[in-house]
């Protein structure tokens, strides 16, 4: 974890550090996804949306990956799914509100309960995103266009067979202290998701 925080501090005080996020990103998918998912071919696809901090929104839509790996936990069973996503961010400007686009991928857990027959769901991931920008409000400026993604989320999935979904997520994106300022963003997100 030192080697990884080292490095990542490094290629930020990088002149390219919009372009050194990309390749951690891309690094990220090409280790994270084939070993978590079940090969390229995605299982479905979400939207989802919310608001956050200083009046900002977000709109995002994506593609999930379901994970072979189960393991059954004391009345529970984990799972998982690898995702995909863009999002456009709108947030308060000097003249009005600006625009932001961010992509990343994000590895989530998922808690189903009675031994994974129940249709509800607890879930939680830590992945990696990178912004076309800075992200820079006027009571708020992040230092890096490459962030980490944390979400806690639950959520019910309908259908006899499971294959559309509704959940509640909380996200924040911050770049755990690589370089300051890092205030942080947190959104409430609305989310569906159904599989192809």
Partial sequence: MRVCLSTLRAMNKSKNTAGAAAALCAACCA??????????????????????????????????????????????????????????????????RKGFTQA???PVFRLRFDQGRSEWFAEGGIGLSVMDQHFVTPGKQMSTSFNFVDVLGIGRSFDADGRRELGLRLQHLSNAGIRLPNPGQNFWQLRYASAF
């Fill in 31 to 96: 280790f994270v996804v084939p070993a978590c998912a079940q090969g390229w071919r995605p299982d479905g696809y979400f939207v989802q949306g919310g608001g956050g901090d200083d009046r900002t929104w977000n709109a995002t839509a994506g593609l999930t990956w379901a994970w072979r790996w189960r393991r059954s936990v004391p009345g529970s069973e984990v799972g998982g799914i690898t995702e995909g996503f863009v999002s456009h961010w709108s947030a308060p400007s000097g003249d009005g």
């Fill in 104 to 106: 990343g991928v994000l």
